[in-house]
């Protein structure tokens, strides 16, 4: 199973035929671009090529009236002047002769894609198609979008294949409101929208763009809006609204399929979103929806206007698609103050119908946004000399970012497996090398010398293989890896590949022990390390670096404390290494434990090394082996409530790391405990 691109040269046929400067930017170079890039990087090449076929008027009738597409298929026989008053009878919108074409063109791809992935012809995929959907409603079109792409493939996924739950993520800068109205009282489908809101003085000026329109009828809580207050929104600002709002709801929802309304003028760079977040950004929201609904997502392109922004954010999701390991985010993981908010006001208005946001304690804090509050700083104006300076400095940030990008090539070995005797019924993903190789003898023995457990041939053996695969991680030669050790010597081990992942080249480096796995008595609180043991014995001195917390008992428990805490911490620490050590009695199901570490291929880049018992089940290996290489993890199975004992222990800890872990936060600094009156449209 693969990864399919959509696609058909007919999507850059239609064109603007006059003078608008609000619709120029929606282009045909916006198609060649990202298809450009894609070549360019070997990435077409490695996807499976669908050509797109026309959609048929009743798949457009699955959202669409009849007159609506009716009057769609007489602009073929336009002049340019009638499609030019047609157009002005919408909003941002034009139309062409083959506009037609391409539309049927944009749904088919979309169509085309949710049947491959459905019915396992490949993994996942990304449908590249012009012109864009999420604006489109049942008889309108709206703003550059003519049928809603994102919107008729839910449908046809709903009927065709008999999905009873799909996942629609719209990140694209604006509010995809033409989605929304038509799902907003369906509970089949859960929408969730981040957009540029600007207490409603940003386009499309909508009320229900703010965080409390949470859907009608028995849709309510299924439409999830984040509306952000400012511009300039980054990296931690998007990580932080999946962590802490989408995930949450997602794994309560159970989606059965994810699709991404992908658009990229939310990325830096672009004059219409203004925001800072930089391509990698969307390889890491893709890694973190692929352990959503058995790794099926499709994505279907929508927004995205600075060209060469466009295709290297393309370019980044379509190897996260791949399973490629998203290279470590740039800049200071801090979510700005107003993001904050719009984070605290959406958990306050979705508590009430989503019991994972109210264990966590969502104050119900709803910030007035349809008027802009005093001291909020204005929007910058595209015209103005306050963006151009802007933009000048974004743009040199973004060409600097861009080379380190291709100067970050993906490893020749994706993942590798040392144990110590391979089992037979040991299964591993095609392309997941079994590493056989050791460090050298004197290596060996020297770092085994402080350790009593690791005097033993069978321990020496195993250590070896770890020190051995250790150093390919951190010279670039493997991204992850797996290896085994004997039960007595799992805590001597993980020690010892602390020590030697630190004097190897490691600058910050992440260990998350899972079960009673003693924390080394020389690990000093430098800075240099962060341990965060799961389910061992609470540490007597507690510190920003060494946090402990109870194993939860329950799915609800368990996701609780990976979204909440784990890794908010590893985002915040941003390691370059990530050591994963599941302990002889760790107490994880071999779906929790490929879920924890396929999340955390994430922070570290990918760079993971598991440590495992080498009496561990092939399946336990099989698993980890899979996430490791980027396969989706088994699912949890049926979502249940976190336990009191659970929640009190995880908010206690929460409280004292927020200061240090920025990550952590889920409010402005203003908003804690603050039950502000809402201000009525």
Known sequence: MGTALVYHEDMTAARLLWEDPECEIECPQRLTAALEGLQQRGLEQRCLRLVAREASEAELGLVHSPEYVALLRGTQALGTQELQALSGQYDAVYFHPRTFHCARLAVGAALQLVDAVMTGAVRNGLALVRPPGHHSQRAAANGFCVFNNVAIAARHAKQKHGLHRVLIVDWDVHHGQGTQYIFEDDPSVLYFSWHRYEHRRFWPYLRESDADAVGQGQGLGFTVNLPWNQVGMGNADYMAAFLHVLLPLAFEFNPELVLVSAGFDSAIGDPEGQMQATPECFAHLTQLLQVLADGRVCAVLEGGYHLESLSQSVCM????????????????????????????????????????????????????????????????????????????????????????????????????????????????????????????????????????????????????????????????????????????????????AIRCGLSHGAQRLLCVAVGQLDRPPDLTDDGRTLWLNIGGKEAAAPSTFHVCVPLPGTTGGFLNCVLALVLPLAYSFQPDLVLVALGPTHGLRDPQAGLLTALLRGPAGGRVLALIDEESTPQLVGVLAGVLHGEAPPSLGPFSMASPEDMQALMHLRGPLEPQWKMLQVAGEAGVGVVRLRVSA
Request: aromatic fraction near 4%; glycine fraction near 6%.
């Open 317 to 496: 999701m379509v190897q996260a698609l791949l399973g490629d390991p998203a290279p470590p985010l740039s800049g200071p993981m801090v979510p700005h103050g107003s993001a904050l908010e719009s984070i605290q006001s959406v958990r306050a208005a979705q508590a009430p119908y989503w019991m994972s946001l109210r264990q966590q304690g969502a104050a119900p804090v709803l910030s007035p946004s349809t008027c802009s509050p005093e001291g909020k700083p204005s929007p910058l104006l595209p015209w103005g000399p306050e963006f151009k300076a802007a933009g000048t400095q974004t743009m040199a940030a973004l060409s600097s970012l861009l080379d380190k990008l291709c100067l970050n090539p993906t490893p020749p070995v994706r993942t590798a497996v040392a144990l110590t005797a391979p089992d037979a019924a040991l299964v591993l993903p095609p392309g997941v090398l079994c590493q056989e190789r050791s460090a050298l003898p004197e290596e060996m023995q020297a770092w085994a010398r402080p350790h009593k457990a690791l005097a033993q041939d069978k321990a020496l053996t195993a250590l070896g293989k770890v020190l051995y695969l250790l150093d390919r991680l951190l010279d670039g030669q493997v991204s992850s890896g797996i290896a085994a050790t004997p039960a007595p010597a799992t805590a001597a081990t993980l020690d010892v």
